[in-house]
């Protein structure tokens, strides 16, 4: 391929996408020999991460094999403390909307693959949308994951028309949707250039599986049973200027310890080739879905500790690199993913298309079984999720979306992150979007418990910072919205 020069910063290298950057027998190679590692390497490793300055495919994978308790406690304090330093309290939330469940293909771990016939098809029109949108800002949301099925009706033309719709929608007092991320199949270059004019934030695509073999096993027919045409969607994505992606593995269907380091390898190659690593890494793990046998017991189970280690050993290996984690967890772990490492959530998700209308009619859950993708295991409105966040987790919800919209995107973003320059940027907007939310949404309880926190906020930061941002929240107080640094 050759080399592209484009608007934007990023330098495209040379590629063959015909080529796999997985080598298994590489990966199995590095996880045997770092196989039983003695506490004195994994400490140096621990002690090097504090550093914030990332982990090798080596370090990482002795993290992963350490059996020792005591160290694993130790793994999960530099977890907290990178996060901290690099993130603070904050946590950006979203809700996802999905837009479509049509889809040609067949995942066996996915309830909207083709060959369940159980299930209500449906894809949104743009009324619908408009009024899933209404809904989502009615609860306060600004961020929004588009989801689609892969189908000739979700074709990109179609996905532009519904992100120009859901991004046109202002409804109630500061009502609006500021950044639209999307998850929908992996298109061609030429695609991805059309995708880029509905303005996007991050483009997300998960190889689900980076073993070629498991790959195939469970992807039995229709596009995506293509394992590099889907390895090679974020290095096509970047080329046709899609700053921000996201990549991101469904564990449960192969090894977690394959699936971490051979993610990593996609973060180096995309370094490599981009200049840049992916904007967020997303922690899928298999839910139980309608239709769908293999999601009721996936071959390769990963359990709440493992899956909390996985996270941990994330946040040090990539200290920049967002995490996401989505409503698929129970709140009592997303409590404990938080503080080791994940920076966004998503809160009060449905995931049938129309689910936030049948919500409303309907209060009870079930009642959408036949159009979702799978069960969820966190149900709670919004507002308790930002009650809890803010009493609990001394977590501040931030409902930001200001660095893409000032251009602080892809490698232009990365470069502002490493100079840890989130606390000059992130933190005094998560402040006046979360004032934004306390004014327009929230309950009376949540209403105090967040000006209190802000306040503790505004304490801990320099008095020129400080009386900076008062301004802004003194501006939102009298009515002005979307103010951001
Ligand atoms: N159709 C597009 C695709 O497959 O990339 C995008 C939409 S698909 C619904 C989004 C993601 O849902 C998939 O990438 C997969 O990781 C996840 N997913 C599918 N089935 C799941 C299940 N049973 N539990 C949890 N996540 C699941
Ligand atoms: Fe379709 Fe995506 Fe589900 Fe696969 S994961 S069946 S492609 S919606």
């Known amino acids: 391929m050759s ?18 950057f997985i080598n298994d027998e590489a990966i199995w190679d590095v996880i045997n020999h770092a196989a039983n590692p003695d506490a004195a390497l994994v400490r140096r490793i621990l002690d090097k991460a504090r550093q914030c300055e990332g982990l090798s495919i080596e370090e990482t994978a002795v993290l992963l094999q350490n059996q020792n308790k005591e160290l694993d406690e130790e793994l999960f304090t530099v977890a907290r403390d990178i996060k901290n330093t690099i993130y603070g309290n904050r946590i950006v939330l979203f809700a996802p909307l999905y837009v479509s469940n049509h889809c040609a293909n067949s995942c066996s771990y996915c309830g909207f693959n083709a060959d369940n016939h159980e299930l209500k098809r449906k894809t949104l029109k743009q ?6 949108v209404e809904i989502l800002e009615e609860m306060g949301h600004k961020r929004i994951l588009a989801v689609y099925g ?22 109630g007092k500061g009502g609006e949707i500021r950044r639209i991320n999307v998850n929908c199949a992996p298109l061609s270059v030429e695609d991805f250039k059309v995708l880029k004019t509905a303005a996007i934030g991050t483009y997300q695509c998960f190889q689900e599986t980076y073993h070629k073999p498991s790959y195939e096993s469970v992807h039995l027919k229709g596009k995506k049973k293509d394992y590099l045409y889907r390895l090679y969607a974020m290095h096509r994505a970047m080329e046709a200027g899609i700053d921000d992606v996201g990549i991101g593995a469904l564990f449960g269907l192969y090894d977690h310890r394959f699936e971490l380091l051979a993610m990593l390898t996609h973060v180096q190659q995309m370094e490599q080739d981009l200049g840049v690593g992916p904007h967020t890494i997303s922690f899928p793990r298999i839910e139980p879905a309608h239709g769908s046998e293999i999601s009721e017991k996936p071959p390769y189970e990963v359990d709440d500790d493992c899956f909390k280690r996985i996270v941990a050993i994330t946040r040090l290996a990539v200290p920049y690199t967002g995490l996401i984690m989505s409503t698929r967890e129970s709140a009592a772990l997303r409590k404990e993913l938080l503080e080791l490492g994940v920076s966004q959530i998503s809160a009060g998700s449905r995931t049938a298309p129309g689910g936030y209308q049948e919500g409303q009619q309907n209060d009870d859950c079930n009642a959408q079984h036949d159009a979702e993708q799978f069960s969820l295991g966190d149900h709670r409105p919004m507002d308790e999720i930002i009650y809890e966040l803010v009493t609990e987790s001394n977590s501040i919800p931030s409902f930001c979306t200001g660095c893409y919209r000032k251009g602080r995107t892809g490698d232009h973003f990365m470069g502002l992150a490493k100079q840890q320059f989130i606390g000059k940027f992130c933190q005094p907007n998560a402040l006046i979007t979360f004032r934004e939310y306390l004014n327009d949404y929230a309950g009376e309880k949540t209403r105090a418990a967040g000006n209190a926190l802000i306040e503790s906020e505004l304490a801990r930061m320099s008095p020129a910072r400080e009386r900076n941002v008062r301004t802004c929240l003194d501006k939102t107080d009298a009515g002005e919205r979307d103010i951001y640094l």
């Open 3 to 20: 080399k592209t020069e484009h608007h934007h910063p990023i330098t495209i290298s040379d590629y063959n996408p015909n080529t796999s």
């Open 127 to 132: 009324d619908e949308i408009r009024r899933e």
């Open 150 to 171: 892969e189908h000739p009706r979700n074709n990109v033309n179609a996905i532009v028309d519904s992100i120009n719709t859901m991004y046109s929608v202002k409804h």
